[in-house]
């Protein structure tokens, strides 16, 4: 009887939840397809936003890589969704809403397949040479913009800035900020550099009052008395960018002197006022005008400034300082030794500028490197903050467009010809992968479907329009959604246009994403490590509340005590 009395094995941790098989693979598939619902109407000129919530963060978005990056998601098959939309935020700059809708409805179109019990790899195999195919026929399709002259150019990269503004919240004034957009990518030097172009938010006034420096801005730091005093404005300016101290700290805070004889504590005083005006001398001997600095520049050195017509700085933050190096250039000094020509930078001109309720200190006509700056204004903190983000796509666009000068027409018209090709494709093909294909096909038209759902369209009528102008051969080919006539119209000559890079980008990144999904047959997950972990975080967390309420209670420190 012993031999039929098997021991049990226990290959996972007691508790560890596992799931596999058909259920868990749809299981998967359903929870992608709940992340793309909360994203799915954002997509488009008629788009609705999302405000999310975050610890009283307020945030309004309708850009879906802003919007996944917020909603935090556990699911660890919907985070791949999560990251696909970053990575085309990161490398197009567009297209993030699309990316994860067209990903879902991928994995969407298979789920019958797998509930079946066809195998996914054979979907996955369908899936990439649909993608094969849909990569040619973008690239046989594609429509250099490149030639003409420069003004030609020009307007066709604002046709492209204005479409990816169409679905953003200043599409309204997307006449008035895409001329500014392919002016700040167009100052720039041959390799774009996008740390180049600085975006900066100033609350207040309408934003139309938004404008284009040709230069460096940033928001004035705090100063001390005597910096009225200053000329705000020069010529022709030196600069000088020091990561160095203008400032006189108290003894006790510094260093320890022991003296014998109390009269010498007036020569260590004597000393240390003498080095600050070293320094100082120093500075103002190089011949700039234009004093920055990283770390304070106290009273005593404000003055010093404004009493020689110098204007000066301090706590400048980090990265714009480096934007002054690199546009102006010259190079920060960790000492104010040797202060040559050679670690000096210049400009045409400098000025202190009220922007509303703030200053800003604006460096025009860098003589170095070509850098722009944008001062975007509005009402309340989180529009001006959505503002940002838009003009932020639409810069990312357009030096891709710059970059890679092809473009495709939008509205639904590429994918709609895309699909109706695949379709004619998949009828030479024999067996189930004819059926693959045919469901990637259909996939590919819930851009468009999804266009006239957010308008507020009758989207069966529209789909039927779009399907016959396509079938009607290659004078068909560029009609996609017409949003403002409620129809559908050629995007190409109503200049709806889009890089062929976002197209490329976002086909491929879902059709990768869906097949990483579908090859996920077991999730193991242990809820009690999860825990442990938690646990182990909270008490971490209580403990440094603990640490800070023995503070200040009055427990003792490392300090000097106060003198009671």
């Known amino acids: ?60 978005s309708n850009d879906g890589a802003t919007i996944m990056k917020t909603l935090e998601i556990a699911h660890p098959a919907a985070k791949t969704l999560v990251d696909i939309s970053l990575a085309q935020d990161g490398e197009v700059g567009d297209g993030t809403t699309s990316v994860v809708v067209l990903a879902s409805q991928l994995m969407d179109e298979a789920k019958p397949f797998v509930e079946e019990g066809v195998h996914p790899h054979l979907i996955i195999a369908a899936y990439r040479e649909a993608t094969q195919k849909v990569m040619q026929w973008l690239d046989e399709w ?86 009225e005093q200053q000329p705000k404005q020069f010529d022709d300016p030196k600069i000088v960018m ?13 260093a320890e002197v022991r003296i014998e004889d109390p009269t010498e504590y007036q020569a260590i005083v004597d000393a240390e006022w003498n080095i600050i005006y070293q320094k100082l001398e120093k500075i103002y001997n190089s011949g700039a005008k234009v004093v920055l600095s990283k770390l304070p520049v106290g009273d005593l050195a404000t ?49 202190e500028k009220q922007i509303g309720a703030e200053r800003y200190n604006i460096f025009e006509d860098c003589t170095q490197g070509k850098a722009v700056t944008m001062v975007l204004r509005g009402g309340a903190e989180q529009f001006i903050a959505e503002c940002e983000r838009s003009v932020h796509d639409a810069i990312m666009i357009v030096r891709r467009a710059v970059k890679n000068a092809r ?55 529209i789909m039927n329009k779009l399907r016959q102008k396509h079938a009607s051969g290659e004078q068909g080919r560029w009609f996609g959604v017409d949003i403002e006539a409620e129809d559908v119209c050629n995007t190409h000559e109503t200049f709806v246009w889009e890089p062929q890079l976002i197209k490329r980008n976002a086909i491929s990144a879902a059709a990768e994403a869906a097949a990483l999904i579908l090859s996920v ?44």
């Open 407 to 461: 473009i495709v027409p939008g509205g639904g018209a590429i994918e709609m010809e895309l699909s109706r090709n695949l379709r004619n494709y998949a009828m030479q093909i024999f067996g189930k992968k004819q059926l693959l294909i045919n469901a990637f096909a259909k996939a590919l038209e819930i851009i468009p479907q999804q266009l006239s759902d957010n308008a507020g369209f009758d989207s069966t009528e």
């Open 242 to 254: 020091l990561n160095v101290e203008l400032e006189l700290k108290a003894e006790k805070d510094n």
């Open 142 to 227: 594609a429509i250099d913009i490149s030639a003409g002259d420069a003004n030609d150019r020009r307007e066709t990269l604002i046709k492209c800035a204005q479409t990816a503004m169409n679905s953003k919240l200043i599409a309204n004034q997307k006449d008035f900020f895409g001329p500014m957009v392919v002016d700040a990518v167009l100052s720039l030097d041959d390799d774009l550099p996008l740390n180049m172009i600085g975006l900066k938010q100033v609350q207040g006034g309408a934003i139309e009052d938004s404008f284009f420096v040709k230069g460096v801005a940033f928001k004035k730091t705090f100063s001390y008395a005597g910096f």
């Open 521 to 564: 047959d077991e999730t193991v997950a242990n809820p009690q490590s999860q825990f442990a972990q938690a646990k182990r975080g909270g008490r971490g967390g209580m403990g440094g509340m603990g640490g800070m309420a023995a503070a200040m209670r009055g427990g003792r420190g490392r300090g000097r005590g106060m003198r009671r």
């Open 1 to 60: 009887m012993s031999q039929y009395m098997q021991p049990t094995i226990l290959l996972l941790r007691e508790g560890t939840d596992t799931s596999q098989g058909k259920a868990q693979l749809i299981s998967n598939i359903n929870a992608c397809a709940a992340v793309a619902d909360i994203v799915r109407t954002t997509l488009g000129p008629r788009g609705m936003d999302k405000l999310i919530d975050d610890k009283g963060k307020i945030t309004i």
């Open 303 to 351: 003055q010093y400034f404004a009493d020689r017509g110098v204007f000066c700085a301090g706590r400048v933050p980090d990265e714009d300082l480096k934007r002054v190096a690199r546009a102006c250039g010259g190079s920060v000094q960790t000492s104010v030794n040797d202060l040559n020509e050679s670690v000096l930078g210049s400009c045409k001109r400098f000025e």
